[in-house]
């Protein structure tokens, strides 16, 4: 299963510009606004993402952020866990300091009232060893091939992504992934997304000529059909897409406005073969948070309890 239905979203209670991040992400920005006029649009923005996604039969589960402590990347809760069909929860550890708080056991309470949990695997005691790995920020997942594919970065420790792998018995496949201007790339997700017939991808990025012919063997023989992005593209969030699938059965690509904009004709002509766009305004949120749509949504692929349970 690649796709799922049910995802859970995390409302910032107190989003800006996360000074820790910036170290290692290149795409976060410093805008000209004021701390109400930033809150008041990446809550108006945080507000209709929600009702775009509902509109289009996603079911979404939102959970408030507290205000305290302060949680500056609260938007993004794919950094932090990971919900699988077997009923197993992972959590991940953090690479800045003030994102470790993310975590919270009320969330894992709230998820647990509606589906069945078995097992969480916390990795987080890593951080102690200043070893990271951000979720699915981290580690994009091909679910229906068994392979998790990452580019190392300061945020992305190889032997942690091995051991997931190993965990969940997936085939790894690492790399490394550069900007243009030869810097890192912090999360694997920001340069490629993997769907059930297509993987959107910056090539380019991966410039060992080795590196980039694994992946692109691996992707090919698992009969996904790339859809190459240009450095400016990638910069504008069109590899931070998330194939979803609505209550209808219908394939649905979740992806910002920016990212709409900067895809050729040619590239939406092959990704409308196979799902339906649904572009999402998150201006704000992307510019400042330096991660798009697909940061925004944790999966939650966990079993469902049945609906007359009764919970004791």
Aim: aromatic fraction near 10%.
């Amino acid at each position: 299963m690649q796709t799922t239905q049910n995802i859970f979203l995390v409302r910032p209670a107190n989003f800006v510009y996360n000074i820790e991040t910036a170290i290692s992400n290149s795409f976060q920005n410093i805008l000209n606004h004021d701390e109400q006029t930033l809150k008041y649009k990446v809550n108006e923005e945080f507000d209709l993402f929600v009702q775009t996604l509902e509109s289009n039969g996603i079911s979404v589960l939102v959970f408030d952020d507290t205000e305290q402590p302060v949680k500056p990347d609260a938007v993004f809760p794919n950094n932090w866990i990971s919900l699988h069909p077997d009923g197993r929860v992972i959590l991940y550890p953090m690479c800045a300091a003030n994102r470790r708080s993310e975590r919270r056991q009320e969330i894992l309470e709230g998820l647990q009232q509606m589906f069945n949990i078995r097992e969480i695997v916390d990795l987080s005691f890593y951080e102690k060893e200043s070893r990271f790995l951000e979720g699915t920020g981290s580690i994009v997942f091909d679910h229906q091939n068994k392979i998790g594919y990452a580019c190392l970065s300061p945020r992305t420790d190889k032997e942690l992504f091995l051991k997931v792998c190993e965990l969940l018995q997936y085939k790894p496949i690492y790399f490394f992934a550069f900007d243009k201007y030869g810097k890192e790339i912090y999360h694997t997700n920001v340069m490629m997304c993997i769907a059930e017939k297509f993987c959107v991808i910056c090539l380019e990025s991966i410039t060992d000529e080795t590196e980039r012919k694994k992946v692109i063997e691996s992707l090919t023989a698992s009969g996904h059909q790339l859809i190459e992005i240009s450095y400016s593209q990638m910069k504008n969030f069109a590899g931070n897409m998330l194939q979803l699938k609505t209550r209808n059965g219908k394939n649905v690509l979740a992806l910002s406005a920016s990212a709409y904009k900067v895809l050729d004709a040619a590239q939406k002509s092959v990704l409308e073969k196979y799902v339906s766009l649904m572009p999402l305004s998150v201006q704000t949120i992307e510019a400042v948070g330096g991660g798009s749509v697909r940061c925004m949504i944790a999966e939650n692929f966990l079993p469902e309890k049945e609906k007359n349970m009764v919970i004791v």
